[in-house]
């Protein structure tokens, strides 16, 4: 494995392999550099190339990659295609359910028994709009049974909104509230995609949330973000079956 990226440490079945990417460990230039896997954000599509041979030469998977568009649509891996959706679930050996983000929040889900894997794209739409909700319909599984991993995204003190975005929150979720707090700037707020992210799964009886705590945007050493810079590149959350 890489000794850059990141595994998640959690209680997943011996079965279940995860990894979530850094920016580091590939051969993109500039803006891009250096493992960036993302095929629409005007990279050399040789350096992507690359580094998606990079990525399953190392984990000794094939990744599902989709087309993003922060919808709703959830979708049972193929990796001979690229479907449009924002999550993806498998219950195929060595096939990876894979997103790819750059500030917004890579959720990892499994089911305790190791049947089945599945990874959802949860910008603060998403999440709002019910990606999490969705995803979980999949597993098939009762909440108990079901394990998450929250991966590297735009933290607390750099994500900043508008208070259109906390309203719909508390619409959908009045405790929601507690994620939000005053920005500097009058009128706007700081959201927390982690807390967001737990109260939605916890809404649904899932418990067994582990990860978190990291900031793609401050870390500009081991993660792109998109906010930070609109020119990036994309990283990847990845979990399969063996």
């Not at 924002?86 to 499994?110: E, K, N, Q, R, Y």
């Amino acid at each position: 494995m890489n000794e850059n990226w990141l595994i998640p440490e959690w209680p997943a079945p011996a079965n279940v392999r995860s990894c979530a990417t850094t920016r580091l460990g590939g051969v993109s230039q500039g803006a891009y550099a250096s493992l960036n896997l993302g095929d629409h954000v005007q990279d050399d599509p040789g350096a992507v190339l690359e580094n998606r041979q990079r990525l399953v030469s190392t984990l000794g998977c094939q990744p599902a990659w989709l087309r993003q568009v922060h919808g709703l649509s959830v979708v049972e891996a193929q990796p001979d295609r690229i479907l449009e959706a924002d999550a993806v679930w498998t219950s195929t050996p060595g096939v990876a359910a894979t997103i790819m983000t750059a500030d917004c929040l890579p959720v990892l889900f499994c089911n305790r028994a190791g049947s089945r894997v599945a990874a959802a794209h949860a910008g603060w739409r998403g999440l709002v709009n019910g990606i999490l909700e969705a995803t979980v319909a999949t597993l098939d599984s009762p909440p108990d049974d079901i394990l998450v991993w929250l991966g590297p995204a735009i933290g607390p003190d750099a994500f900043e909104v508008g208070p259109e975005v906390k309203a719909a929150f508390i619409r959908e979720q009045a405790s929601a509230e507690a994620a939000f707090r005053p920005s500097l700037n009058q009128g706007r707020f700081m959201a927390d995609l982690y807390q967001l992210a737990r109260l939605r799964l916890a809404q649904q009886g899932i418990h067994a949330v582990y990860g978190g705590g990291l900031c793609t945007y401050t870390d500009e050493d081991r993660f792109f973000s998109y906010r930070r810079s609109p020119q990036t590149g994309r990283m990847a959350s990845l979990i399969w079956l063996t």
